[in-house]
């Protein structure tokens, strides 16, 4: 079974004993797409027991969320040893949480038959209604991401702007490519989807 974490005192302590990689869910009691992430999660733990994975039931826990800025469920939170949380919104597969592990790329088929590997961050802030379309596009489009919330980030507020020249939101860094706005043609190109 994956540990519940009931407290950001709770989450310190586990940061300590799990310094290199941890895995945190978080999911709503309320939410059938949460229900589902947990059941897979779950499958993916009995594998791989070894692996540091809990969850934070958002319904019952409200002071960690906010932390990572983790506003919908389920929300997978990467925390890895030296390097900013990692953040990837909705469902994944057991196949997802291997790579994740593993450090891989991912993968995407494209219409000419090839594979792309990717790498996705969404840079957003708080209260962008074209960050959350550019999300919800990605997610529809099966394309997983790292959501980099700027609001709540200030170095990477400052590598975004110096890597774009721009300081708006959303900015989408497709493989090292940065697209500005979102730019569905342009997303797609990058992504092999057209």
């Known amino acids: ?3 519940e974490i009931e407290s950001q005192e709770h989450l310190s302590d586990l940061k300590k004993s799990n310094p290199e990689l941890m895995m945190i869910l978080f999911h709503s009691d309320t939410s059938e797409k949460s229900n589902e992430a947990l059941d897979i999660l779950a499958e993916f733990h009995k594998k791989n027991s070894d692996k540091a ?6 319904s019952k826990v409200n002071d960690i969320h906010p932390l990572f800025g983790v506003s919908s469920v389920p929300t997978l939170v990467i925390l890895k040893k030296d390097r900013p949380p990692e953040i990837i919104l909705g469902i994944q597969t057991e196949e997802a949480y291997k790579r994740i592990v593993d450090g891989r790329h991912y993968v995407v088929s494209k219409k000419d038959g090839g ?3 990717i790498r996705v961050s969404v840079y957003s802030s708080d209260g962008c209604p074209w960050c959350s379309r550019a999300k919800s596009y990605l997610k529809k489009v099966g394309i997983p991401f790292r ?3 700027v609001s709540h980030d200030e170095n990477a507020a400052k590598d975004i702007f110096r890597r774009s020249g721009q300081m708006g939101t959303p900015q989408i860094d497709i493989n090292g490519q940065i697209v500005v706005g979102f730019d569905q043609p342009k997303i797609n190109k990058l992504l092999g989807l057209n």
């Open 1 to 3: 079974m994956i540990q």
């Open 53 to 58: 994975i809990f969850r934070v039931n958002a």
């Open 115 to 117: 594979q792309q590997t």
């Open 147 to 149: 959501d980099i919330n």
